[in-house]
């Protein structure tokens, strides 16, 4: 519990850190999510009834030890898949986590059974709520690179992908460019 209060303490700080973050968010979010409907339409991956769409990471600074991972999982199945965790070489795990508010305290918690991803429905794993965690990385994260990760589905199986790296404060894929 100590690690994961002391990751959301940095995350929280790398985040009030970054000038990106300082202009308007009602823009922000219009912008980003224009580009998240133009990743979608020309970049999703569809594996089996699952379609993965907006794949990115942040970069990280030198001697970071984590870092999120955010997409958004269409399930086009007549049954709901889960989402259980995954895999990367660049970090020892890859865990599904929430960060939410409670009272007054930011929280993170793993998702000790992953997560569903219900028949016909899509979850959002994006930063401030439900997102992948790699953990313990073993270099940092460089803005331009792609990450792989194999992510790991209780019907799906495991599905490859890539983590496009995006600059450190980016809210979606393509934010800043």
Not at 17 to 38: C, E, F, T, Y
Not at 108 to 118: D, H, N, Q, T, W
């Amino acid at each position: 519990m100590k690690s994961h209060l002391t990751f959301a303490a940095l995350l929280l700080a790398t985040t009030l850190a970054v000038p990106a973050l300082a202009h308007d968010h009602s823009a922000m979010a219009k912008d980003g999510a224009a580009k998240m409907q133009k990743h979608e339409a020309t970049d999703a991956v569809k594996v089996g009834n699952l379609v993965f769409a907006g794949a990115f990471t942040r970069a990280t600074l030198p001697g970071a030890k984590v870092g999120g991972g955010y997409i958004s999982i269409t399930n086009e199945a007549k049954e709901a898949d889960r989402l259980l965790g995954g895999s990367s070489p660049v970090a020892a795990r890859v865990e599904v986590h929430e960060m939410k508010m409670d009272g007054e305290v930011m929280k993170m918690r793993k998702f000790a059974g992953g997560v569903e991803i219900p028949a016909g429905g899509t979850v959002e794993l994006e930063p401030g709520g439900m997102h992948l965690m790699l953990l313990e990385i073993k270099q940092p994260l460089k803005q331009g690179e792609d990450v792989p990760v194999t992510l790991e589905f209780e019907k799906a199986g495991k599905v490859e992908l890539k983590l496009h790296v995006e600059a450190a404060g980016a809210t979606s894929m393509e934010h800043g460019q």
